[in-house]
Structure formats: structure tokens, C-alpha cells
């Protein structure tokens, strides 16, 4: 979920590795990172042999996989560590206490856009789309309603929409809530979701059965 491009000299990863398996979430682990760096440590002494047992490759061919191992693991864990904090995160409502127009978040969103604030365009473009639904009395309570919750809602009232609807949410969760840096092309396709939306008729006589209410 999260892309990061990273070039770590050696010693780097090896800080990396050592400061991120010194925290709490990591220390049940600990067995396993003890015969991970036993092995480092005997694959770094290893010498050329021709032995029936023994590796004919050179010291630094050698070193060089024990670094791209230790690489490997560092993203692992940063991996692991970032899908916790998603997970654990308190969901917030997405519109919240603040009290702004379709057009005012559209305006703040095209903005963004244009300083190329990926991250600030996909969170106003939601915003956006769920101020919009409510505006037409799709959605009832939006103020209080999480990004899930605005899914389960609209993704019956827009089927046509239902999968980037929940594309949609899943994606404000993640810009919102992890350290995950929105993309040109997230900021893009929650603008057209936004759009599309807007554009769109729902079906409102699942509307009216669930939430009492049609535009």
C-alpha cells in the first residue's frame, strides 16, 4: 500500500533494521531475528572452500545478498507496522465539524489538484462526493458517517458505481488515516468519482426503503 523508493547505504539498512525490531510490536519476534543475524553473521565469515558443504562464491557476492536481505526484511517490517497503524487507526467521521459546500470542497480539491497535493485533492474530492449524496438526500446523518459507513450507504443507490464507490472509501481511509502518499492517479479517480456521481440517478427506491428519503 505504501511506495516508498529507497536507495539504503549498508550501514542505513542495517541502522533501519536495528531500530525498527527494537520496538514493542517486534520483541514476540525475537527468537527469529536472533537466528536471522546468526546466520548473517556466519554467511559475512564464510570463506570461498570447495568443499563438498561449502559455497564457491566470493565474500562480496556474499555480502551483497546478505544486504539485500536485510533490505528485504527492513520493508517487511515497515510494511507490517504501517498495515497495524491502518488497522488500529480511529476512523473519523469524513466530513465531519466542517460545514463547506460541494463547491467549496470541489474548489479546495482543484486546487490541490493543481499544486499537485495529491493527498489533500483525494480527501476534499471525497468530501465532495459525500457532501453532494447528502445535498440530494442520499445520505441522512453524513456529518456523523465514516468513509465505510458512506460506502455501505451509496454503494446501493449508484450500482452502476458500487465498485468505485468502494474504491473510493477504502482509498480516503488509507490517504487519511496511514503514511500512505496519494498518487497523481488517486487524486484523478476520486475526482471522477465525484463527478460520476454527481452525474448520475440513483435508484431511489432502494433509497427510500433504507434511508427514507429521495432527491
Not at 520496538?23 to 559475512?44: I, M, P
Not at 564464510?46 to 528485504?72: C, E, F, H, M
Not at 445520505?139 to 450507504?153: C, F, K, N, Q, Y
Amino acid at each position: 500500500m505504501i511506495r516508498t523508493e529507497l536507495d539504503p547505504t549498508p550501514d542505513q539498512a542495517r541502522s533501519w533494521l536495528v531500530e525498527e525490531l527494537a520496538k514493542a510490536e517486534y520483541q514476540d519476534s525475537a527468537s527469529f531475528v536472533e537466528r536471522f543475524f546468526r546466520w548473517l553473521g556466519e554467511l559475512f565469515n564464510r570463506q570461498p572452500t570447495g568443499s563438498a558443504d561449502g559455497v564457491n562464491a566470493p565474500p562480496i557476492v556474499l555480502i551483497a545478498i546478505g544486504l539485500a536481505l536485510i533490505v528485504a526484511l527492513v520493508f517487511l517490517l515497515l510494511r507490517i507496522r504501517a498495515d497495524r497503524e491502518l488497522v488500529k487507526a480511529p476512523r473519523e467521521a469524513v466530513l465531519g465539524e466542517l460545514d463547506l459546500s460541494r463547491a467549496d470542497y470541489l474548489a479546495r480539491a482543484d486546487a490541490a489538484l493543481r499544486a499537485q497535493q495529491w493527498s489533500a485533492a483525494v480527501l476534499d474530492y471525497t468530501r465532495a462526493f459525500a457532501r453532494d449524496a447528502a445535498d440530494r438526500d442520499l445520505l441522512h446523518d453524513a456529518p456523523s458517517l465514516t468513509a465505510h459507513e458512506i460506502g455501505v450507504r451509496l454503494g446501493p443507490v449508484f450500482p452502476m458505481l458500487a465498485a468505485e464507490i468502494s474504491s473510493g472509501m477504502d482509498r480516503f481511509d488509507t490517504v487519511r488515516y496511514s503514511r500512505y502518499a496519494a498518487t497523481a492517479a488517486d487524486a484523478h479517480a476520486a475526482r471522477d468519482l465525484a463527478a460520476q456521481a454527481h452525474a448520475a440517478r440513483p435508484v431511489t427506491d432502494l433509497t427510500s426503503a433504507g434511508s427514507g428519503g429521495a432527491p
